[in-house]
């Protein structure tokens, strides 16, 4: 009797044991100095403590009783990553230390993510180079995160010039494809095609280059559209557009940026309504799958965070000559806005169901002033961050 009470301890630690999380595989991925990390889990898990160590250099997860599979520390390590090796060991009883060697001090960010498309619980570590390593605490990520604030800040000052300014401005549909048709019959297609011909006009200047996807009544893809903005090297993509709703009451326009989940009902139908296609990405053919979806990710936070700046700078000065529906940055799917380098904003001038709106947007001394305010927005970003 006593050997069987005797060995209940035993067997419990090891029910434990099988019941833990397992440590699957790690992913390692790297754009332009940040370095991600992705630790791939069978259950949900994330870190008890996280901190760094110098001398060497080390960042240090201690996790709540996990098990490590076979071979998934095992890596080779790109030399142009922060990591040269990653180890884990039983720190004591229920806590399991995972240590990530780096080649110097890092700033780091680490969070969770719930499984998805065929992943599973992830702890994700994002690395930066740092004089003076500073630890963010680990934090829940939901769709859509705060886009402002899932990168590091972007600086607030011009650092070096870099050339003239590419602005890609994108009148949407066009051809036989017409957008929102208003009651009185006025199409968005050749309203925002004139207000995006006078934003042009208002831009164009020896610090910025323009570009326009249509100049004429042209039916435009939106997946060359994005390629249009990528083949130019843009520093950003405006697209404009108008709606149109069952409710004549509804008006107010609105600037988008793109997140994975709509800010609001309204954000969610407008997006249904204008994604025909796939995105593009980034020329990584020659990386493996897993590196691309870490390296697509990476340049696409880094773009979200500038497209929002890009758009609270716009919005600031849209207010001033238009109704809002709402007076913030909203987000929504715009699949037109997700070449991952580019940062690039969607703008709702206002919505040709409304009788009043649409009487105003087909008026051309008003389309100047939507034009002016545009292209003011679109200035105080670049001065404040090209």
């Known amino acids: 009797m006593l050997r069987a009470l005797l060995l209940v301890p035993c067997l419990l630690l090891a029910l434990g044991a099988q019941a833990a999380p397992t440590l699957q595989k790690v992913r390692l991925g790297q754009h332009e100095q940040e370095t991600r990390v992705v630790l791939e889990f069978s259950g949900e898990v994330k870190p008890k403590a996280v901190f760094d160590l110098p001398n060497p250099n080390r960042l240090v997860l201690d996790f709540p009783q996990i098990n490590i599979a076979k071979k998934a520390l095992e890596q080779s390590y790109n030399k142009n990553t922060l990591i040269t090796d990653i180890r884990s060991a039983q720190n004591k009883p229920g806590v399991v230390r995972v240590v990530m060697d780096l080649t110097s001090p890092a700033q780091s960010k680490v969070f969770t993510l719930p499984p998805t498309k065929g992943r599973g619980h992830r702890v994700v570590v994002d690395l930066l180079p740092s004089k003076k390593a500073a630890t963010k605490q680990v934090a829940q990520a939901r769709a859509p995160r705060s886009i402002l604030s899932t990168v590091p800040p972007v600086p607030s000052a011009k650092t070096e010039p870099k050339g003239p300014l590419v602005v890609v401005i994108d009148p949407g549909h066009g051809g036989k494809d017409p957008g929102a048709i208003g009651r009185a019959r006025n199409y968005e297609k050749h309203v925002v095609l004139s207000v995006g011909k006078k934003l042009r006009d ?85 990386e493996a799958p897993d590196v691309q979806d870490i390296l697509i990710d990476l340049t696409q936070r880094e773009t979200m965070n500038r497209s929002a700046l890009l758009g609270r700078e716009v919005l600031e000065e849209f207010r001033k000559v238009a109704y809002l529906r709402k007076d913030h940055l909203l987000y929504a799917g715009f699949a037109v806005l997700k070449a991952p380098e580019v940062p690039s904003i969607l703008v709702e001038l206002a919505y040709l169901s409304n009788p009043d709106e649409e009487r105003k947007l087909v008026d051309k001394a008003y389309q100047t002033k939507l034009a002016k305010s545009l292209a003011q927005g679109i200035r105080d970003y670049a001065n404040r961050y090209h």
């Open 202 to 286: 208002e831009l164009r200047g020896e610090d910025i280059k323009v570009v326009m996807t249509r100049s004429s009544d042209k039916f435009i893809p939106l997946r060359e559209r994005m390629r249009i903005a990528q083949r130019h090297n843009a520093d950003m993509f405006i697209s404009i557009h108008a709606d149109a709703h069952k409710k004549r009451s509804v008006r107010g326009g609105t600037v988008y940026v793109l997140s994975e989940k709509a800010s609001d009902r309204e954000a969610a139908r407008l997006a249904r309504n204008a994604n025909k296609v796939i995105t593009p990405g980034l020329d990584i053919s020659h």
